[in-house]
Nanobody, 121 residues
Framework: QVQLVESGGGLVQAGGSLRLSCAASGTIFSISAMGWYRQTPWKQRELVAGITRDGTTNYADSVKDRFTISRDNAKKTVYLQMNSLKPEDTAVYYC???????????????WGQGTQVTVSS
């Protein structure tokens, strides 16, 4: 069984910073791509940032130059450093990872439970 556990969300004023973490645990053979998504009640879940195993990153245009995604493969953890936060960044943030549990199993997509980020104006 694989679990993704997020932490680091909360309430922050506009212009502030937060750092999200997501740790994978359980039966894990390898982790390829990892990423962060966000969702609000009025928008579909959208990709915020993604990172491959070798560190190649991609970002939504709305967060470029403000957010930074990184990962620690030894700790099976992905991070999202969020700076210059805006009220429109308010959302539930979800971690995602593509994981192979054992060599005989296919790659599966896993989601964390979500962490609320609220940015006040």
């Amino acid at each position: 069984q694989v679990q993704l556990v997020e932490s680091g969300g909360g309430l922050v004023q506009a212009g502030g910073s937060l750092r999200l973490s997501c740790a994978a645990s359980g039966t894990i053979f390898s982790i390829s791509a990892m990423g962060w998504y966000r969702q609000t009640p009025w928008k579909q879940r959208e990709l915020v940032a993604g990172i491959t195993r070798d560190g190649t990153t991609n970002y939504a245009d709305s967060v470029k130059d403000r957010f930074t995604i990184s990962r620690d493969n030894a700790k099976k953890t992905v991070y999202l450093q969020m700076n210059s936060l805006k009220p429109e960044d308010t959302a539930v943030y979800y971690c995602n990872a593509d994981i192979i549990s054992t060599p005989s199993m296919a790659l599966r997509h896993y989601w964390g439970q979500g962490t609320q980020v609220t940015v006040s104006s």
